[in-house]
């Protein structure tokens, strides 16, 4: 991978196969619009650096590790802007199968108003700050969050300022320190089939944020839990696309061993 080749003005799909090593520290990989980005097998990504996408479409960011920033001296990581990926207003992005981990500032950030998002079947883990969503005033952005593991992490999983329409489900929370998923700003958001373990305030909103949940379950957590929160106001994703519901019960299992990195994916 090259940076002639994820900024290139024509439609390519880019293989990663092994570890690259982000020169300097911290460099977020300029992606521009109709990417894919593909790891190859499970061990393939970027070392000490991310991804950046700047006003851009489609894009696709699939079976990657991305980590290595993480500075000890700076947990609350306000020092160095290294997220694992950084989105500004940008469409149509999809980010599946990625394990995101341990980087000095966010692990996904997505921010000024981008919009229609996926992330798909990833791991967020041994982070202080790991999703956040919003930077804007606007509230137009749609964003889908599922199937993923969120481990080890501290607050933002995610925090969602000014989401239009967020829809979380057969996600898998486990050792949350902070908060879990917020709803902040005037955000609205659909949150189904879902296990939180050993968190603390694993789903809570703000002021003029909106939850409404269906089919949570809750073992050894602590703090605040907000199910429903004007629920009427809050949207039917049927309305929009089909999907899939896991057995809560079997999201434990289930969630950590099929998300991250595939051995058989970009082969």
Request: glycine share 10%; net charge neutral; hydrophobic share 30%.
């Amino acid at each position: 991978m090259s940076r002639a080749e994820t900024s290139a003005n024509e439609p390519l799909i880019i293989r990663i196969q092994g570890i690259l090593k982000a020169d300097p520290k911290g460099f977020e990989v300029p992606v521009t619009s109709d990417k894919t980005i593909i790891g190859v097998g499970s061990d393939s990504g970027i070392n000490g650096g991310g991804f950046g996408i700047k006003k851009q479409r489609n894009v696709i960011i699939r079976n990657l590790r991305v980590s290595g920033t993480y500075n000890p001296k700076d947990y609350p990581g306000k020092g160095d802007d290294f997220d694992g990926i950084q989105i500004d207003n940008s469409t149509n992005i999809w980010i599946d199968y990625v394990h995101f981990s341990q980087m000095a500032d966010g692990l996904i950030d997505l921010r000024a108003d981008t919009d229609y998002v996926t992330v798909s079947r990833s791991i967020i883990s041994q982070h202080n700050k790991a999703f956040g969503i919003g930077w804007t005033q606007n509230v137009i952005s749609k964003v889908t969050i599922n199937d993923c593991f969120f481990n080890s992490t501290n607050v933002r999983g995610p925090s969602a300022d000014n989401l239009k329409m967020g829809h979380l489900y057969n996600n898998y929370y486990r050792n949350i320190t902070g908060y879990g998923i917020y709803s902040r700003g005037a955000s609205s958001l659909l949150v189904e089939n879902t296990y939180f373990e050993d968190a603390h305030d694993p789903i809570v909103a703000g002021p003029n944020g909106t939850i409404k949940s269906n089919w949570l379950k809750f073992k050894n957590c602590t703090g605040e839990t907000h199910l429903n929160v004007k629920p009427e106001s809050v949207f039917k994703a049927t309305d929009y696309y089909a999907y899939s519901l896991r057995d809560p019960y079997d999201i434990p299992i289930d969630i950590p061993y099929f998300g991250g990195p595939q051995t058989t994916i970009g082969i």
